[in-house]
């Protein structure tokens, strides 16, 4: 079983920045690929970034290309998250996750383990 603890997340005006922490349980963190949803209220879950097992290959979405940039570490089980220039479009709950399927693209089918979400809050 895997298990994911976010923090970092907060409220700050628009054109600042934070960064997500998502500390994962194991000693093979490394033998999965990673990613970050977020979800605003009355929407869907949706896709953010991911980042492949070693962590040489990154995905993200285009709402977030050039602000936010995922990585890990496997020596300390983590995958971070630094957003930049905020926007309050990006105010959402956001989650890490586990990518336990090698189907369905950058879906939230392909990922099997959840954390419990943080908020991320963007003040105009």
């Known amino acids: 079983q895997v298990q994911l603890v976010e923090s970092g997340g907060g409220l700050v005006q628009a054109g600042g920045s934070l960064r997500l922490s998502c500390a994962a349980s194991?000693?093979?963190?490394?033998?999965?690929?990673m990613g970050w949803f977020r979800q605003a209220p009355g929407r869907e879950r949706e896709f953010v970034a991911a980042?492949?097992?070693?962590?040489?290959?990154?995905n993200y979405a285009d709402s977030v290309k050039d602000r936010f940039t995922v990585s890990r570490d496997n020596v300390k089980n983590t995958m971070y998250l630094q957003m930049n220039s905020l926007k309050p479009e990006d105010t959402a709950v956001y989650y890490c996750?586990?990518?336990?399927?090698?189907?369905?693209?950058?879906?939230?089918?392909?990922?099997?383990?959840w954390g419990q979400g943080t908020q991320v809050t963007v003040s105009s």
């Open positions: 980042v492949s097992r070693g962590g040489e290959l990154t």
């Open positions: 996750a586990v990518r336990t399927r090698t189907q369905y693209g950058n879906g939230v089918g392909a990922y099997g383990y």
């Open positions: 194991g000693r093979t963190f490394g033998s999965y690929a």
